[in-house]
């Protein structure tokens, strides 16, 4: 990613997340959220943050569960993927072309957490996704 200011710092991304998540939850509540209403969270995969930063919220994604929310993913076609993609390939990639990438990464957050996935590639996401659960919960056709 080139940008135009500094690139982001965090001293631990996933503890920031957490942290402003929370805070927006309690601003919610004191607005009348109730605690059935239906929120969900989504740790902003690709904003404001470098492939690292992306990799790390991936890899420490349940960790957000604290929060008591359904987390959404949306790593489909992003930068980062394209970045790993190159760096462990050597392969430049457009982002329609990252369908593999977001699928392996899709399974990581999943894995870790996810329970909401947002995504470019529906029909390819549902059957992979449907795939991982019968593997996940060993459930024979």
Not at 14 to 29: A, G, V
Not at 80 to 94: H, N, T
Request: net charge neutral; aromatic share 4%.
């Amino acid at each position: 990613a080139t940008w135009k200011t500094d690139p982001p710092v965090y001293d631990d991304v996933i503890e920031e997340i957490k942290e402003w998540l929370s805070r927006q939850i309690s601003r919610l509540k004191d607005m009348g959220l109730k605690d059935g209403d239906n929120l969900i969270v989504d740790p902003g995969i690709g904003f404001g943050k470098l492939p690292e930063h992306n990799i790390e919220i991936i890899n420490r994604l349940r960790e957000l569960r604290i929060l008591g929310r359904p987390i959404l993913i949306g790593v489909s076609r992003k930068s980062f993927i394209g970045a790993v993609i190159e760096a462990f390939l050597g392969k430049k990639s457009k982002p329609e072309e990252r369908l593999g990438g977001s699928l392996g990464a899709t399974a990581c957050a999943v894995l870790e957490g996810a329970s909401i996935v947002r995504t470019h590639d529906v029909a390819q996401t549902r059957e992979f996704l449907a795939l991982l659960d019968a593997v996940r919960t060993m459930n024979a056709v």
